[in-house]
């Protein structure tokens, strides 16, 4: 459910109250009533001595009892003028923040930035909770988290001094630069930290990609949705999130003013072709080549390339794929930027002739690795292009007879994309994994990886979802060679004991 700043949860609250029983669900011995009260009323409503149950609602997801609102509110009146600034102040923000956010968004003329984080150790005690949710490589610096009764409190107050819209804009302002920093780490090869970094701040980024929660025309912070939507690219096309990035930027364009830039038309087209929907991704491929002519940004020639060589990979034309992978190395800067690196234009041609010209592909990965060890020192590892080169190299190995060679690539590809998180990755490096192991003459196995497949592209993609013909062709010969060895009753319970047990139990097998 969204929260937004200026609206606090508006539809989420849920009275209960006590009363005679029924035919109604019940909680406590009383019917459940849906009520609506106006948000400047939830602090001032106290709870009624006399009635068998305190009031409760719903505040962001959570219940929330009279009573806590009016310990909240006692906390706040025995604060000091500045506390209760940076109190109001601080309910803006929707998940947990440092010590940086809140010199950032909440320092201002009456709350000095030289004093406001010594306002904030004296506030902590009484309104603040300390929170681990560092990641690994992260400074060990304190954060913090405001539990929803003393958020309900400041954010009341916040707008009863009129100061929310002024707060909000600033921390949408933050919000990019957040969105920004995540961008510059995957680019520059910390890929795991910007993917922490993104899901740790989610909560408040998806409230800045939200334009209908601004506190000016929805147009104004439409464009800062975007660029917030389009930062994020890696985590929604790599690590798992498609159908969420493809909501918000389209809700984000949907609402923009003026004409969207190249980058973001290119990201709203990776993300048709990565939800199986590469007819809906042609039309944009034109208006981006079209937005980068006009604006002149040759950095997204590039992306697009590599765009229509992934989309023709999807399709099955694997020379005109392995052509436009090609072109984009020609058009990418040496170190780009934003987007896919050259490295996954590398493992992009070898995936595309592999199991056509094996020689060619083998070529590729060379080339690749080579131009990553020049590239090593400056930008780091690509994770992500690494991994699905893992899936090239399990496949020539197949075609040498390396069976054994096949699937520890397989494996290592399958780990990797799990541990990104990217969803079509490891389905298709499970699939592959079940081939080999099926050749191998472990039919169970190969079972058990397909049965973890299907559960895992069901719970994630929906029922128009269709795997790319790469993918289609690899799970198509592992199930013709099992539906061979095992009948019927038994291939449905192999499947079914694979997807009880997962994907990630079964790429920790040998």
């Not at 011995?29 to 106290?46: F, L, Y």
């Not at 209908?212 to 439409?222: F, I, Y």
């Not at 929604?236 to 493809?246: D, I, K, L, T």
């Not at 539906?483 to 994907?503: Q, S």
């Amino acid at each position: 459910m969204r929260m937004g700043f200026e609206d606090p949860p508006e539809a989420a609250e849920r009275t209960f109250r006590g009363g005679p029983a029924g035919g109604e669900p019940t909680l406590r011995g009383g019917p459940v009533t849906e009520e609506r009260p106006s948000w400047g009323a939830v602090a001032e409503e106290r709870p009624s001595w006399g009635a068998p149950v305190a009031e409760e609602r719903l505040l962001w997801g959570e219940p929330v009892s009279a009573d806590q609102i009016a310990a909240a509110e006692r906390g706040y009146d025995r604060c000091g003028p500045a506390e209760r600034i940076l109190w109001e102040r601080l309910s803006v923000f929707e998940g947990t923040f440092g010590r940086d956010a809140v010199h950032e968004v909440c320092a201002s003329w009456t709350l000095p930035p030289r004093t406001v984080l010594a306002v904030l150790d004296r506030l902590v005690p009484l309104a603040l909770l300390p929170v681990d949710d560092l990641f690994a490589g992260e400074d060990d610096v304190p954060r913090y988290w405001m539990p929803h009764p003393m958020r309900a409190v400041g954010a009341r107050r916040l707008t009863e001094r009129g100061d929310r819209p002024d707060l909000v804009l600033r921390h949408r302002r933050w919000c990019v630069k957040l969105a920004r920093r995540a961008a510059d780490w995957w680019q520059s090869g910390r890929q795991l930290d910007a993917r922490d970094l993104a899901l740790r701040e989610l909560p408040d980024l998806a409230a800045a990609m939200d334009p209908t929660t601004a506190p000016h025309a929805r147009d104004d912070e439409a464009g800062t949705a975007v660029e917030i939507a389009v930062s994020l690219w890696f985590l929604w096309v790599v690590c798992g999130r498609v159908a969420e990035g493809r909501t918000r930027l389209r809700h984000a364009l949907a609402l923009l003013g003026g004409e969207p830039t190249a980058r973001a038309l290119w990201l709203a087209a990776f993300l048709e072709l990565e939800s199986g929907r590469p007819e809906e991704a042609d039309p944009l491929l034109v208006r981006a080549w079209a937005a980068a002519v006009r604006d002149g940004d040759g950095g997204a020639l590039g992306l697009l390339a590599h765009l229509r060589g992934s989309t023709a990979l999807y399709q099955g034309r694997t020379r005109a794929a392995a052509e436009e992978f090609r072109e984009a190395l020609a058009l990418m800067e040496e170190y780009p930027d934003f987007g896919p690196t050259r490295h996954a234009c590398w493992a992009g041609i070898a995936l595309a002739l592999c199991r056509t010209d094996p020689e060619a592909a083998q070529e590729a990965l060379d080339r690749a690795d080579l131009d990553r060890e020049s590239r090593w020192s400056r930008r780091g590892r690509d994770m992500h292009a690494e991994a699905w080169a893992y899936i090239a190299r399990a496949e020539l190995a197949a075609w040498d007879g390396d069976l054994e060679r096949a699937a520890e690539h397989a494996r290592r590809a399958l780990r990797e994309h799990l541990r990104m998180g990217s969803a079509a990755g490891a389905a298709g490096a499970a699939e592959l994994l079940a081939q080999v192991r099926v050749s191998a003459g472990r039919r169970d196995a190969a079972a058990h990886l397909l049965g973890a497949v299907d559960l895992l592209r069901t719970s994630v993609f929906d029922t128009s979802y269709r795997p790319a013909a790469f993918c289609v062709v690899t799970r198509a010969r592992s199930e013709r060679a099992l539906r061979l060895l095992l009948g019927g009753r038994e291939l449905r319970y192999a499947y079914e004991e694979g997807a009880r047990r997962g994907l990630f139990t079964l790429a920790g097998e040998a």
